[in-house]
């Protein structure tokens, strides 16, 4: 079967760094995407990697390793708008994204 | 850029009512639209994918008598709800994708459904 498995929840202090990590299962794989999705709205798209390595954007930058099945979304600077949940989606052969719960991640002061 | 657009916002009606929900891509065509269903805590269920100008394919256990969708042109898909019921009250949130493996799907804001 196709799986994610995230943290459920996390939390760290504004202006620290938070690595929050993802593993997946799929049939197929053509890339994986971080979006990031607020109490209430929807989700919004973060990044992208479908080759091995780190994509860095600004202050948020996101590792894959097929190989591993291995991801992880790192968020550097923290503030408290990134008070939110972070859902790693998988993209399986048939470009169809896989959803997890995703993490639950809770800034302090 | 890809902006997608969804309307209405938040609807609130009597159990019975058909309910309508539009999703426009705004700045980009999509030849992929996406219907999602997500009840509080839980994650993001796909209802069912919908392609420009053919039927729409539907995920196990979703009806698609109950759940209509149109993807008449490549800007606007729509989910009709037919004869909703206080079950059917749900967050429904709709995305786009320009096509292409590595293109993100793009949401819309969302429609809050209650049912009376």
Redesign the interface.
């Known amino acids: 079967g196709q799986n994610i498995d995230q943290p459920t929840e996390m939390t760290a202090t504004e202006g620290a760094i938070v690595q929050i990590n993802c593993t997946y299962q799929t049939s197929g794989f053509?890339?994986l995407?971080w979006y990031q999705q607020h109490a209430?709205?929807?989700?919004?798209?973060l990044s992208?990697n479908?080759l091995d390595g780190l994509e860095e954007k600004g202050r948020f930058s996101s590792f894959l390793s097929r190989s591993k099945g291995y991801s992880y979304l790192l968020l550097k600077e923290l503030q408290m708008k990134d008070s939110a949940s972070y859902?790693c989606a998988p993209?399986d052969s048939n470009?169809?994204?896989i959803?997890?719960?995703?993490t639950k991640l809770i800034i302090k002061p | 850029g890809a902006v997608v657009s969804?309307h209405p916002s938040w609807v609130i009606c009597k159990s019975g009512t058909s309910v309508k929900i539009e999703c426009r891509s705004l700045d980009f065509q999509a030849t992929t639209m996406f219907w999602y269903r997500q009840f509080p805590?839980?994650?993001?269920?796909?209802m069912a994918?919908s392609n420009e100008g053919s039927k729409a394919t539907y995920e196990q256990g979703v009806e698609k008598d109950k759940f209509l969708i149109n993807h008449a042109s490549l800007t606007l898909s729509t989910l009709t709800v037919t004869s909703a019921h206080p079950e059917d009250s749900s967050?429904y949130?709709c995305s786009a994708s320009p096509g292409g493996?590595?293109q993100?799907?793009?949401?819309?804001?969302?429609t809050r459904l209650s049912i009376l």
């Open positions: 053509n890339g995407f209430g709205e929807a989700p919004t798209f992208y479908v859902l993209q470009y169809q994204l959803w997890g719960a995703g | 969804q805590k839980q994650s993001l269920m796909l994918t967050f949130i493996g590595s993100p799907q793009h949401f819309g804001d969302g």
